[in-house]
């Protein structure tokens, strides 16, 4: 695709004739051009370029698990990857990249792509749609890929927003009742709520999956999917999808927060060599990003959650290694033998039934 700064004609002198100021500025213009081509290339590159038009003056925190995460996800806009879960950590990046960055980065490459992007709420749907649509509008896309497809102004709301491609952006939510349009590559961020862990709402979220998110491709032969959570239950959405993946048609990025040797993820071939995808992690307990993770953090994560929130949201494993209201370890053999008749050695059971499955 075409940059506006690919039509600036540049200068047709000899480098000895050129003053320090004009080579300078030619200096300056070659590496601006070829941060561009490294952004249109890769959606890492992309993201970490496109940041401050999405989160303005904070701090950008680099990791691998970001470039890994963009890997699968350029894996899926070529369509080598149909169906992706990715279970990763709160506060990782995960939603910026995924559903504000990577409809950007795939408009420069095709912009007749079609979003169908879903999160738990309305609200949070809204807003990632306009994190979304404020990138697409800076200056910085627009001077460079944007012009070349811009907003169409009568399909452009925040729930919709269409180019002059035929691309367009649908956000919605789980509770919406509206059905709206469909799409070619559909994002389903955060689809339980963390915040209402209810037997009701969770069998809201895979009723709406199996009754409304069914039938939402354009073209099922060829659209993908990406289910984005952080872990809630085990009958989560991530939960019932790979109860039901008979086929396996499904990938599953799965980052915890601290590693685990027993549960370390390997995923497909992916990039130009093909090389399968693995967790770069070599020692237990090594955190997913020490920039954004400090042993504190991680400390007060496991206070604030308890054992059964940080086993999901943080390790992506929905249940303690030791259990949860049962621990393992407190269970011990008998080591003295049993030499009384049963009578007259009673025992005394107690069972609370005040605790319910959910």
Not at 18 to 47: G, I, P, T
Not at 58 to 87: C, F, G, T
Not at 157 to 172: D, E, I, L, M, W
Not at 190 to 205: A, H, I, W
Request: aromatic share 10%; charged share 25%; with cysteine.
């Amino acid at each position: 695709m075409m940059r506006k700064s690919d039509h600036i004609k540049l200068p047709q002198v000899s480098p000895a004739l050129m003053s320090s100021l004009e080579r300078s500025y030619l200096d300056e213009l070659f590496k601006v051009q070829e941060e561009l081509a490294k952004a249109e290339a890769s959606l890492y590159e992309f993201f970490k370029a496109g940041w401050p038009y999405i989160e303005g003056s904070m701090p950008y925190m680099d990791s691998w698990h970001i470039k890994a995460i963009a890997e699968h996800l350029e894996a899926v806009y070529a369509r080598q990857i149909k169906k992706l879960i990715i279970n990763v950590p709160p506060r990782t990046g995960k939603t910026n990249l995924i559903s504000v960055a990577f409809p950007a980065w795939v408009w420069i490459h095709n912009p007749a792509e079609r979003f169908l992007c879903v999160s738990c709420t309305n609200a949070l749907s809204l807003e990632h749609a306009q994190k979304n649509r404020s990138l697409l509008e800076s200056s910085w896309y627009q001077d460079n890929w944007g012009y070349n497809f811009p907003l169409l102004r009568d399909q452009n709301v925040k729930s919709f927003f269409q180019n002059t491609k035929t691309g367009y952006r649908q956000s919605t939510s789980v509770v919406s009742k509206t059905v709206g349009k469909g799409g070619s590559i559909i994002i389903i961020d955060d689809p339980n709520d963390p915040g209402d862990l209810s037997v009701v709402k969770r069998e809201t979220v895979i009723n709406w999956w199996t009754q409304r998110m069914s039938t939402r491709s354009n073209n099922p032969a060829n659209d993908c999917r990406i289910v984005v959570q952080q872990r809630t239950h085990q009958n989560d959405l991530t939960g019932y999808i790979r109860k039901n993946d008979s086929e396996e048609d499904w990938v599953e990025l799965v980052l915890p927060l601290e590693f685990e040797e027993a549960r370390k993820c390997i995923t497909v071939p992916l990039g130009i060599d093909q090389v399968i995808w693995e967790d770069p992690r070599s020692f237990e307990g090594e955190v997913l990003s020490s920039l954004r993770f400090n042993k504190k953090q991680v400390d007060d994560f496991k206070r604030s959650l308890g054992s059964y929130g940080y086993a999901g949201q943080c390790q992506q494993r929905p249940s303690p290694v030791g259990g949860g209201i049962l621990k393992k370890k407190w269970f011990k053999p008998w080591e003295s033998p049993i030499t009384a008749p049963v009578e007259e050695d009673p025992k005394m059971l107690i069972w609370d039934f005040c605790i319910l499955i959910s």
